[in-house]
């Protein structure tokens, strides 16, 4: 799955970065194409992976390079006044072999909150190419703005996108660290999951066979039709069974020894499991499984672990737990893993409580902005005496 990815603001600017660290520490060959844009030089100076000539600064003669300050009204209209720039520099890199556009940015802050709806509208008009965003919500505890900004965001860009995946940092807590420790490892796990998807489609290392292929166009007819999706994400450690009987099985008899091992040996057991795992664990954004219209299944690790039954098998309760029927299921055997991975993802889902709460949020602040408005100036003209009559 060949992605041009635009990394717009600073969270966005931060997971296309690790990104591409993740691929380049893979050894993987990489035949994607990205930029990160911002208003805030800084933001764009912290990024250590991203190629300088593809990062683009945008709203200088407004801003001056300091971003703009949560207020993601001005950063959609930044983005419109630059867009053009975005655009050539989106030509000048190619997209003649790329399968969809993916926009990455935080929907409670201000560049990329209000920038990736601008660009999403105008790559879809545009380009053939479907167009995806990857939007992540605050927490509800980073503040009602940031919820009044995610909202506003939220609502602009399914308007002009093929598939919104959320990602909810108010469901992603670590418990014991830093806010920043924390968005650290909330970008870990978005860049787990981006990496599994993006191997579908692509060339399998030499003398390696997948029992079930997933192509591009399998994951674009899986998003396909606009709406939110989910994604679930479980792993295992791949080790043979003799290292495992070495590790585990010295404690017991030769009897519950025989018996582990089968357990160990059913490999359609364990692929269903981890599937089931995925699936049913945490989701980038919480939501009910059975509001899902279709989904898509891919497991990466090491072929000696891969099995076609199990695949089938997960697939097959997969499509009991969904409204839908359309399920998809592919591997990807790769030997440059120590672990088995699978990745669920649960497309154009309706039931997902925190949008409802993140809407009840946003009409609380813009009331709140529009009374404490009003407040303001009522006492701003109490200072003066009635009598004086202003200029204008």
């Not at 050894?27 to 990205?34: A, E, K, L, P, V």
């Not at 000539?53 to 207020?71: E, F, M």
């Not at 009602?144 to 992603?172: E, F, H, P, Q, T």
Request: charged share 30%; proline share 3%; with cysteine.
């Amino acid at each position: 799955m060949r992605f041009f990815i635009i990394g717009f603001g600073q969270a966005g600017g931060k997971i296309l970065d690790m990104f591409i660290e993740n691929e380049k520490r893979r050894g993987s060959n990489i035949r994607m194409r990205w930029l990160a844009i911002n208003s805030a030089r800084t933001d764009l100076m912290g990024l250590k992976h991203v190629p300088v000539q593809d990062r683009i600064l945008i709203g200088q003669t407004v801003v001056k390079g300091h971003g703009v300050g949560t207020d993601n009204k001005l950063g959609a209209k930044i983005a419109q006044e630059e867009i053009e720039t975005i655009l050539n520099a989106i030509d000048e890199r190619g997209t003649h072999d790329m399968d969809a556009f993916l926009i990455i940015s935080g929907l409670g802050g201000g560049t990329g909150s209000g920038g990736a709806p601008v660009l999403a509208k105008y790559l879809s008009e545009m380009y053939s190419e479907p167009v995806y965003a990857l939007g992540i919500l605050p927490a509800p505890e980073e503040g009602k703005l940031y919820s009044l900004n995610a909202a506003r965001s939220m609502i602009s860009i399914l308007k002009y996108v093929d598939n919104l995946i959320l990602v909810d940092n108010g469901a992603w807590k670590f418990e014991g660290t830093s806010l920043k420790e924390s968005f650290a490892k909330i970008n870990e796990e978005i860049v787990r999951r981006l990496a599994i998807l993006a191997r579908a489609g692509e060339p399998i290392e030499e003398d390696i066979v997948g029992e079930m292929v997933v192509d591009s166009s399998e994951v674009v007819n899986t998003l396909r039709g606009g709406g939110i999706s989910s994604i679930g994400y479980a792993t295992t450690l791949a080790e043979s069974s003799q290292k495992k009987k070495k590790k585990g099985f010295l404690f017991f008899g030769k009897k519950e020894e025989e018996e582990l091992e089968t357990i160990e040996n059913d490999k359609p057991m364990k692929i269903a499991t981890l599937v089931r795992r995925a699936a049913l664990g945490r989701l980038t954004i919480p939501c009910n499984i059975r509001s899902a219209e279709r989904a898509l299944i891919l497991v990466a690790g090491p072929p000696e672990h891969l099995d076609r039954k199990g695949l089938e098998k997960a697939k097959l309760w997969l499509e009991e737990q969904i409204a839908g029927v359309e399920v998809r299921a592919g591997d990807y055997p790769t030997r440059k893993t120590r672990y088995v991975a699978a990745l669920v993802l649960l497309a154009n889902v309706t039931d997902v409580p925190r949008v409802k709460e993140l809407q009840r949020l946003a009409a609380e602040a813009k009331e709140e902005v529009e009374e404490a408005e009003k407040i303001r100036m009522a006492k701003t003209i109490e200072l003066f005496d009635e009598d004086i009559e202003p200029l204008i």
